[in-house]
């Protein structure tokens, strides 16, 4: 839907988020997420979505949470989307679910058309489909109900009267999907029992529908009101009432995932903990992301930059990272010089990972160890004969020193590069903290020896016992026995290790050691 007023004034951009899990966004909407000048976002949208807006642009949140809490009211909201467009802006206005069901996304528009300010609206995945999909209803199904209905359990409290007409509703629907319906549950049960709606008619309530934290009830209109209280289960929830329900005994998929309910710390640093994290939250696993490393450029690259002027000196280029390979293309391209440069020396790579990405850049490994380490790369080496050859080694400028010595002491003439440097991250030290102390974290992933060092100095523990206090519970997954080795070196033990050290198996290792939990 668009409408065009004024050329030259701001826009303002009305885009549904969806039901909570990020991927669930339309393009549309990631599009203009990241094109816009100013993002004003709620409560139900998740905020991971705000890693498309630029970092010059301006973010107001204006949370809304039903009952709780109202950073502002909506006649403040409409006042600020009517400012910002009429400041030249481009306004993307976040919302969760869908802006048209239950969002006030036409009180919205209302006032945007009235002040002549032109919008455009994009729908998003509403929070009733959602949480009947995610929670294995289908909210229609041939062999149980033609019809549906969404209504909500929370009507504005200024009307005299109801617009729900419980008398048609019990009975003439055949699922009836509730939102906002929580503080009014019993309310809505007796409203339809006492126009005709059988008390063992199925019911499922399901709290943050499509996320890792989802949680589901299930049971009957009689029981429903009990069966919330007990476990707990509080707004922002969907009811699904109707004898689709029963089919979530044998197509509920979400919740059955090897990782469901799991809380994982994921140390990586940013840029390298996408797939980690994807493939964690494939299975089921709810990821908070505290990336313990930052990686910098070097100040220096002199003796990189000599190793360039005659690279085709040297017979072999090691890397042991993907920051090596990054970096170091990085470098190669601002001397003017690319991957033809290097057809003189033989590569290698410390794994598989590396040789994948070494292949973007247009090289591919002449060697990959069999054992993803330093040591196993250095033996690969030596059983090709090192004596008299010149390496040049790329690396950060702090690193272990095994490889680069067990190479000179077989005669291997070895230049070692410093190309970037890993460095402690200054923020989310108190957000750690409180992760851990909350006790629900079920595992911390290390993927090298930095991320357990910048751990350790993050988490701030005074002495032993409180960093075991902390980590009561939690177990630990090491990609490799390196990083294993400077876990225990900690005094802390390591619960998952991957026999091929790899993202991909670590995963892997962790599904199935956390399944047997």
């Given at each position: 839907?668009?409408?065009?007023?004024?050329?030259?004034?701001g826009k303002v951009y009305l885009v549904g988020a969806g039901p909570?899990?990020?991927?669930?966004?339309?393009?549309?909407?990631?599009?203009?997420?990241?094109?816009?000048?100013?993002?004003?976002?709620?409560?139900?949208?998740?905020?991971?979505?705000?890693?498309?807006?630029?970092?010059?642009?301006?973010?107001?949140?204006?949370?809304?949470?039903?009952?709780?809490?109202?950073?502002?009211?909506?006649?403040?909201?409409?006042?600020?989307?009517?400012?910002?467009?009429?400041?030249?802006?481009?306004?993307?206005?976040?919302?969760?679910?869908?802006?048209?069901?239950?969002?006030?996304?036409?009180?919205?528009?209302?006032?945007?058309?009235?002040?002549?300010?032109?919008?455009?609206?994009?729908?998003?995945?509403?929070?009733?489909?959602?949480?009947?999909?995610?929670?294995?209803?289908?909210?229609?199904?041939?062999?149980?109900?033609?019809?549906?209905?969404?209504?909500?359990?929370?009507?504005?409290?200024?009307?005299?009267?109801?617009?729900?007409?419980?008398?048609?509703?019990?009975?003439?629907?055949?699922?009836?999907?509730?939102?906002?319906?929580?503080?009014?549950?019993?309310?809505?049960?007796?409203?339809?029992?006492?126009?005709?709606?059988?008390?063992?008619?199925?019911?499922?309530?399901?709290?943050?529908?499509?996320?890792?934290?989802?949680?589901?009830?299930?049971?009957?209109?009689?029981?429903?009101?009990?069966?919330?209280?007990?476990?707990?289960?509080?707004?922002?929830?969907?009811?699904?009432?109707?004898?689709?329900?029963?089919?979530?005994?044998?197509?509920?998929?979400?919740?059955?995932?090897?990782?469901?309910?799991?809380?994982?710390?994921?140390?990586?640093?940013?840029?390298?903990?996408?797939?980690?994290?994807?493939?964690?939250?494939?299975?089921?696993?709810?990821?908070f992301e505290c990336s313990t490393i930052n990686i910098e450029p070097?100040?220096?690259?002199?003796?990189?930059?000599?190793?360039?002027?005659?690279?085709?000196?040297?017979?072999?280029?090691?890397?042991?990272?993907?920051?090596?390979?990054?970096?170091?293309?990085?470098?190669?391209?601002?001397?003017?010089?690319?991957?033809?440069?290097?057809?003189?020396?033989?590569?290698?790579?410390?794994?598989?990972?590396?040789?994948?990405?070494?292949?973007?850049?247009?090289?591919?490994?002449?060697?990959?160890?069999?054992?993803?380490?330093?040591?196993?790369?250095?033996q690969s080496l030596l059983d090709l004969g090192v004596e008299g050859?010149?390496?040049?080694?790329?690396?950060?400028?702090?690193?272990?020193?095994?490889?680069?010595?067990?190479?000179?002491?077989?005669?291997?003439?070895?230049?070692?590069?410093?190309?970037?440097?890993?460095?402690?991250?200054?923020?989310?030290?108190?957000?750690?903290?409180?992760?851990?102390?909350?006790?629900?974290?079920?595992?911390?992933?290390?993927?090298?020896?930095?991320?357990?060092?910048?751990?350790?100095?993050?988490?701030?523990?005074?002495?032993?016992?409180?960093?075991?206090?902390?980590?009561?519970?939690?177990?630990?997954?090491?990609?490799?026995?390196?990083?294993?080795?400077?876990?225990?070196?900690?005094?802390?033990?390591?619960?998952?290790?991957?026999?091929?050290?790899?993202?991909?198996?670590?995963?892997?290792?962790?599904?199935?050691?956390?399944?047997?939990?």
């Amino acid at each position: 839907m668009e409408q065009q007023t004024k050329t030259g004034a701001g826009k303002v951009y009305l885009v549904g988020a969806g039901p909570g899990d990020p991927g669930l966004i339309t393009l549309r909407g990631k599009y203009l997420l990241e094109r816009a000048e100013v993002v004003v976002y709620d409560y139900l949208a998740n905020r991971r979505l705000l890693r498309y807006v630029s970092p010059s642009a301006e973010m107001v949140y204006v949370g809304k949470r039903g009952g709780v809490e109202h950073s502002h009211t909506q006649d403040e909201i409409n006042a600020m989307l009517v400012e910002f467009a009429g400041r030249g802006k481009t306004v993307v206005r976040l919302k969760g679910g869908d802006p048209f069901i239950f969002g006030r996304g036409g009180e919205e528009l209302e006032v945007l058309a009235a002040h002549g300010i032109a919008f455009e609206v994009v729908p998003g995945v509403t929070s009733a489909t959602a949480a009947a999909t995610y929670a294995g209803i289908p909210i229609t199904h041939r062999g149980y109900t033609a019809s549906v209905a969404f209504i909500t359990g929370h009507e504005d409290p200024n009307k005299s009267t109801s617009n729900i007409d419980w008398s048609k509703i019990a009975t003439g629907i055949g699922t009836i999907v509730v939102y906002m319906g929580i503080k009014n549950l019993p309310h809505i049960v007796r409203n339809l029992i006492d126009h005709g709606r059988s008390a063992d008619t199925p019911v499922a309530v399901v709290r943050w529908a499509s996320t890792p934290e989802q949680q589901s009830v299930v049971g009957t209109l009689a029981t429903i009101v009990d069966d919330v209280r007990e476990s707990g289960i509080k707004p922002p929830a969907l009811i699904v009432i109707g004898e689709v329900v029963k089919l979530r005994e044998s197509i509920d998929w979400f919740e059955k995932r090897p990782l469901f309910g799991r809380r994982i710390i994921v140390t990586r640093t940013r840029e390298q903990a996408s797939e980690l994290v994807a493939g964690l939250e494939e299975a089921g696993a709810s990821c908070f992301e505290c990336s313990t490393i930052n990686i910098e450029p070097v100040d220096d690259y002199r003796i990189l930059d000599e190793a360039l002027e005659r690279i085709n000196e040297y017979h072999w280029i090691l890397f042991t990272s993907i920051n090596a390979v990054r970096h170091f293309f990085k470098r190669l391209y601002a001397k003017g010089m690319d991957a033809r440069d290097l057809k003189g020396p033989d590569i290698a790579t410390v794994g598989r990972s590396t040789a994948e990405l070494l292949l973007e850049y247009g090289i591919n490994a002449d060697l990959i160890p069999p054992v993803f380490t330093g040591e196993g790369l250095a033996q690969s080496l030596l059983d090709l004969g090192v004596e008299g050859r010149n390496i040049l080694l790329p690396r950060a400028q702090t690193g272990r020193e095994i490889l680069p010595e067990t190479l000179r002491g077989a005669g291997a003439q070895v230049t070692v590069a410093p190309i970037y440097r890993n460095v402690p991250p200054q923020g989310r030290k108190e957000e750690l903290r409180a992760e851990l102390e909350r006790g629900k974290v079920d595992l911390v992933t290390f993927t090298s020896s930095s991320t357990v060092k910048n751990f350790l100095a993050m988490v701030a523990a005074e002495n032993q016992q409180e960093l075991e206090r902390l980590l009561s519970g939690v177990k630990i997954a090491a990609i490799g026995p390196i990083t294993a080795k400077t876990v225990t070196d900690a005094g802390l033990k390591v619960d998952i290790q991957p026999e091929i050290y790899t993202i991909p198996e670590m995963i892997r290792a962790i599904i199935e050691g956390l399944r047997s939990d």
